[in-house]
Structure formats: structure tokens, C-alpha cells
């Protein structure tokens, strides 16, 4: 499942796609910074900020949501596949306040066919912190058309033209 030219265990994933609003450099986004684990699983942080409100000083579920499918994301980098949210099943177990740093963990639980099941955790303040959010998840695998074919054309042309990008893709699918 691992792919031999996986990240090691420890290092920075980066961003996927420099606009994701998860890992990519949004003014109104997550920053969330992810890190290869062992196996097929990956650690993440995130700290939550005002504009990430749902009711006074604490984060909206949609944002947690986010922060899950954006760490269970970022698995991609370890299988060198590329998959996308089919479905994600999220618990919010405790309230999340302004200035939390999440730490999250995700990892790849069975792989068939096209699909991939995956789980995560998002921790209060610390790795072994109170859980405060949970997801179970299937991903599916796809193709780069599928980006080509579904997305703005003013942004599809500017990643194909976009040398970083291109690599980004070839990282995940050897024939893009
Ligand atoms: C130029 C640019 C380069 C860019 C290079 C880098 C890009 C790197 C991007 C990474 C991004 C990550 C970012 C974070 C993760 C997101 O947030 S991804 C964004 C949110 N997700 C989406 O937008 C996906 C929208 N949905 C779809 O496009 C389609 O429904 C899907 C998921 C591709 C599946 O459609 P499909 O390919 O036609 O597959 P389909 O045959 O329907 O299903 C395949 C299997 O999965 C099952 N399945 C499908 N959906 C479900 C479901 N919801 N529930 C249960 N089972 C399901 C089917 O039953 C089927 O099972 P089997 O029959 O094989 O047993």
C-alpha cells in the first residue's frame, strides 16, 4: 500500500495545489502543514482562527470537517495515487475553541479496487490531547482528467502551465 517512493516518515508533505483552501496559501484558510507517518498515514496541525467561527470563540463544524478531509487527503502523497472525497462520515466529539492548535492524524484502513478507506483524528492542543473530532472516510480513486475535465478552465490552464504543479501530479500519477 505504501509506495516505495513515498515521503519518509517525518517529512513535510507541502501543498497539493499552492489555492487549496486546506493546505494551499489562502488568506482564509486552513495553513494546515501535514507530515508523512509511518505506514500509510500522515500527522497534520492546524490552528483555528477567528475567521473560522461557526458560533462566538469556537470553530465551525464545516471548517473541522474540512480539516479532516484535507489530512485524509494529503494520504495521497504516501500511495502516490490520486483519490478524492467520496464520502466522509465526521463525529464532533467536544467543541473546538478560537486558538486551538488540531492535531490530526489520518491513516489508509483497507484498499479495494478504485476505493480507499481511511480514518482520522483531530486532537486538542496536542498528539495524545482530548479527541475532539473523528471521520471515517472513502476515497476514490481518479485520474488528472479528472481535474481537466471538471475544472475552470482558467485554473486548470494556469496549473498545466504551472511547472511546480505538473511536478505535484507526476509525484502522484506517474503518467499525467
Ligand atoms: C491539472 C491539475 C492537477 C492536480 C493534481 C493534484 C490534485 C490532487 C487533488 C487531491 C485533492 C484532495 C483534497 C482533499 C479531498 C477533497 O476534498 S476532494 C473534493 C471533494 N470530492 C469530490 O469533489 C468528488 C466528487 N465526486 C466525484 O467526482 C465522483 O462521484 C467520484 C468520487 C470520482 C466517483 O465517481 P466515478 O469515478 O464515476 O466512480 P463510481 O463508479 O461511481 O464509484 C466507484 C466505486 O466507489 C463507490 N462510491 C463512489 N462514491 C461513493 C459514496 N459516496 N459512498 C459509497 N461508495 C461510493 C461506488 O459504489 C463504486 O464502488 P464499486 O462498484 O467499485 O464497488
Not at 509511518?38 to 477567528?50: H, P
Not at 465551525?60 to 478524492?84: F, K, M, P, Y
Not at 481535474?147 to 507526476?170: H, M, S, W, Y
Request: a negative charge; proline letters at 7%.
Amino acid at each position: 500500500m505504501r509506495h516505495p517512493d513515498a515521503p519518509a516518515p517525518g517529512e513535510p508533505l507541502g501543498a497539493h495545489y499552492d489555492q487549496c483552501f486546506g493546505c494551499g496559501h489562502q488568506p482564509g484558510g486552513l495553513g494546515l502543514i501535514a507530515r508523512a507517518g509511518e505506514d500509510v498515514s500522515v500527522t497534520a496541525e492546524f490552528t483555528v482562527r477567528s475567521g473560522h467561527q461557526g458560533a462566538p470563540g469556537l470553530a465551525h463544524g464545516g471548517v473541522l470537517a474540512a480539516a479532516l478531509d484535507e489530512t485524509l487527503g494529503s494520504l495521497n502523497w504516501l500511495q502516490r495515487t490520486i483519490t478524492v472525497t467520496g464520502r466522509l462520515e465526521t463525529d464532533f466529539v467536544r467543541p473546538v475553541p478560537v486558538g486551538t492548535e488540531l492535531h490530526l492524524e489520518a491513516q489508509v484502513t483497507a484498499v479495494h479496487g478504485r476505493k480507499v478507506y481511511c480514518s482520522a483524528t483531530g486532537r486538542i492542543g496536542a498528539p495524545d490531547g482530548p479527541v475532539a473530532v473523528r471521520a471515517q472516510a472513502l476515497f476514490i480513486e481518479v485520474r488528472v482528467d479528472h481535474f481537466i475535465e471538471n475544472g475552470r478552465a482558467e485554473e486548470i490552464d494556469a496549473a498545466l502551465t504551472d511547472p511546480d504543479q505538473v511536478k505535484v501530479a507526476r509525484a502522484f500519477e506517474v503518467n499525467p
